[in-house]
């Protein structure tokens, strides 16, 4: 019986210090301390450290090579001091960085330790790292935003100020003098119309004393044909006559251009029917001229092409 009771006092015993063994590797677990490695203990010290948390891992080149052990305040400070482990067997210089960076998108941060071999002097347990602060994602948002946002105000400011110039045109007043513009333009609108209708009517009054001018050349050109006709069968003192009178025409017409009275003149802009009509009667007065002096040159010749001889 004796066997058996202690037996079960010693079974007692172990069930204890397993429970022990068991309570202190889960609290270093949680603090992030091993009982079977040793570990370098360092430090680092900055300004806010939202987002960070015990036992999140410390890296070297991306390779985990420790954890946080410890946040909390540097005596008598604002100031943040970090503890952390990191493995016997790494080396890097006490002048290494220990940069605080968000691990992800959820917002968490970690530790990246940027080694630094000058000299390799090698750190000691106990040491404080540099310290520096990596911007994160909302950070570097947060530095776009803000002349993004600055812009905008400029903008909303400017439209703003449109939209009160816009208020203060459409006012009673603008409304009246935008209603008086939109009726004076409808009014040039129309008096440009019925300019455009006296122009096209002008220009059918035009034509029509035009087609009179040639009807009145028509008339003179059978003139002269009758001319003609007289110089080879009527009597040659009386074709004189005639060719003078009809020079004497000829010359009042081209003063009434020359003055600017009569029709042609006041229809037509170019003067070119002016000279080919004075072109005529200067060719007119050298003929009678010529008839005058030599007559013998025409009695038997015709300003056509016939050959009748006088009777």
């Known amino acids: 019986m004796n066997n058996l009771g202690l037996s079960k006092e010693i079974k007692?015993?172990?069930?204890?210090?397993?429970?022990?063994?068991?309570?202190?590797?889960?609290?270093?677990?949680?603090?992030?301390?091993?009982?079977?490695?040793?570990?370098?203990?360092?430090?680092?010290?900055?300004?806010?450290v939202e987002g960070l948390q015990v036992g999140t891992k410390v890296t070297v080149n991306g390779l985990s090579v420790g954890k946080v052990a410890e946040i909390d305040f540097l005596p008598n400070t604002t100031k943040i001091l970090v503890s952390f482990t990191i493995r016997n067997d790494v080396i890097f210089s006490k002048n290494s960085v220990a940069e605080l960076y968000e691990a992800g998108l959820i917002g968490g941060k970690s530790i990246a330790i940027h080694p630094v071999y000058d000299n390799f002097i090698k750190f000691k347990s106990g040491d404080t790292l540099i310290s520096s602060v990596k911007p994160g994602l909302t950070d570097i948002v947060n530095q776009q935003i803000a002349p993004l946002q600055q812009k905008l105000e400029k903008v909303l400011t400017n439209a703003d100020s449109l939209f009160s110039g816009v208020n203060n045109v459409l006012n009673s007043e603008g409304k009246n003098n935008l209603s008086i513009t939109l009726e004076n333009l409808s009014s040039a609108v129309k008096n440009t119309n019925e300019l455009v209708s006296r122009v096209n009517s002008t220009s059918k009054n035009q034509n029509?004393?035009?087609?009179?001018?040639?009807?009145?050349?028509?008339?003179?050109?059978?003139?002269?044909?009758?001319?003609?006709?007289?110089?080879?069968?009527?009597?040659?003192?009386?074709?004189?006559?005639?060719?003078?009178?009809?020079?004497?025409?000829?010359?009042?017409?081209?003063?009434?251009?020359?003055?600017?009275?009569?029709?042609?003149?006041?229809?037509?802009?170019?003067?070119?029917?002016?000279?080919?009509?004075?072109?005529?009667?200067?060719?007119?007065?050298?003929?009678?001229?010529?008839?005058?002096?030599?007559?013998?040159?025409?009695?038997?010749?015709?300003?056509?092409?016939?050959?009748?001889?006088?009777?």
Do not use: C, W
């Open 208 to 311: 029509k004393n035009i087609n009179k001018t040639i009807v009145n050349l028509s008339m003179i050109s059978e003139n002269i044909n009758k001319i003609s006709d007289s110089l080879s069968k009527s009597n040659l003192k009386q074709t004189i006559h005639n060719i003078e009178k009809l020079s004497s025409n000829f010359n009042q017409i081209l003063s009434e251009i020359q003055n600017g009275k009569g029709t042609i003149n006041k229809l037509l802009y170019e003067d070119s029917l002016y000279q080919n009509l004075k072109h005529s009667t200067e060719s007119i007065e050298i003929l009678v001229k010529d008839l005058k002096s030599n007559p013998k040159r025409y009695v038997n010749f015709s300003l056509f092409g016939r050959k009748e001889k006088v009777n």
């Open 12 to 48: 007692a015993l172990l069930v204890i210090l397993s429970g022990i063994f068991l309570f202190l590797l889960g609290y270093n677990f949680l603090n992030a301390t091993s009982l079977f490695k040793k570990e370098n203990n360092l430090f680092a010290l900055y300004d806010n």
